[in-house]
């Protein structure tokens, strides 16, 4: 293994800011965008997809966490998959998370740029993701003390929301009835499209180089962000299917916003699109400080150009990986189409935690420790080939130019 000779990353967050980066990773726009096509997907069983997508996000956060406590470096499953299934599926790993990632980067700039000024999405959507990126070139740190702020922002704009919604004399309990109007195919696929929401957890375990204690802070701060997110989600969820119903809500352009419209407040609805936009530049800015680890550990190994491994003497920040991820994303917010983008991202993302499933199955033999990555494995095969048809064609298609790419480097390297 090659490593860079370059000063290593600082050791600064503590669990408070672990949770926080994780929950700036998951309570983030998707909460905003989801629910809306998950709806229409599931119908009347869209809180059932929801009970889905957290049941596989759970068993694959404490896969994450019992494989970030075993090896507190940065690359989370990318660096699981080489030490516990070999070099190639720690490869597949980290290239599944870093494309499908930069496509999830790309549709939260689109998303800050749609709320903030809808007639020039892209451009906005470029300046933030130049703006994030110089956040996250100056140190961690500050990339935490901005996620706390944009999560405190974001948790009151829902929870005004819950709020309204379910104070509400639009609300119907009758909205809330549980069924499969859509099939067992829809409640599936809506539970491929909400595990994009639930997903950010990741990012806490691709900083095992930046904190405390790693052994400790990282079990502990996973499972915490993904307990916080569930219950937000689900209550957002409740509050507004209550007031617009599995069809209304299935229609939405702008869901949150809609619901508290006909809620009766539609005063509240600028101040929700603000929150939607905060949102989503908290999502991005926790992605990229990601998908710039995962490349990290990735050009140690050679998996991707050395030059990428090295870390900034006085920032301690991988900064030539953090740029070079800044510039696809900004190609990519500049030409790109948001749903694409999000459907694409699902299904690397579920293909990457796939792998960290199959890495904690190797960590203990006995039949009981296997049971939650065992079923994290076959939840996330299952949802990712439930989303669209293209969303799983073109995915695939990427994995494949990887794996050839993979390959073509090891034929050149055993000549």
Known sequence: MSHSPD??????????????????SMVGAGIFAALAPAAHAAGSGLLLGLALAAGVAYCNAMSSARLAARYPASGGTYVYGRERLGDFWGYLAGWAF?????????AMALTVGAYVWPEQAH???VAAVVLLTAVNYGGVQKSAW??????????????????????????????????????????????????????????????????????????????TALGIALVVYA??????????????????????ADAVRAAGVPGLAPVVRAGAAVAALGSLL???????????????????????????????????????????????????????AIGFS??????????????????????????????????????????????????????MVGVAAYGARKLGGSR
């Open 146 to 223: 901005l996620t706390r702020v944009i999560v405190a922002v974001v948790l009151a704009v829902l929870a005004s929301v819950v709020v309204v919604g379910l104070t509400s004399g639009e609300a119907r309990a009758g909205h809330l009835d549980i069924g499969v109007s859509e099939g067992v195919g829809g409640v599936l696929q809506a539970g491929g499209l909400l595990f994009f929401a639930f997903a950010g957890y990741a990012r806490i375990a691709t900083l095992g180089e930046e904190v405390r204690d790693p052994a400790r802070t990282v079990p502990r701060a996973i499972p």
């Open 286 to 340: 926790a992605l990229i400080l990601g998908v710039s680890r995962t490349t990290l550990a990735m050009a140690r190994d050679r998996h991707l150009p050395g030059a990428l491994a090295a870390v900034h003497p006085r920032f301690r920040v991988p900064h030539r990986a953090e740029l070079v991820v800044g510039a696809v994303v900004a190609v990519l917010a500049a030409t790109v189409d948001v749903r694409g």
């Open 235 to 256: 209550a957002v969820a409740v509050a507004v299917l209550s007031v617009l119903g599995s069809q209304g809500l299935g229609e939405a352009t702008a869901p949150l």
């Open 7 to 24: 000063p290593q990353l600082r050791r600064t967050l503590g669990v408070g800011d672990a949770v926080v980066i994780g929950l700036g």
């Open 346 to 399: 699902s299904f690397g993302v579920l293909a990457y935690y796939a792998v960290a499933n199959a890495s904690a199955w190797t960590l203990d033999a006995r039949p009981a420790a296997r049971v939650l990555p065992a079923a994290g494995l076959a939840g996330c095969l299952v949802l990712a080939f439930s989303l669209p048809w293209v969303s799983v064609v073109v995915g695939a298609g990427v994995l």
């Open 123 to 125: 451009a906005v959507a």
């Open 98 to 106: 870093i494309v499908g990632k930069t496509a999830s980067c790309a």
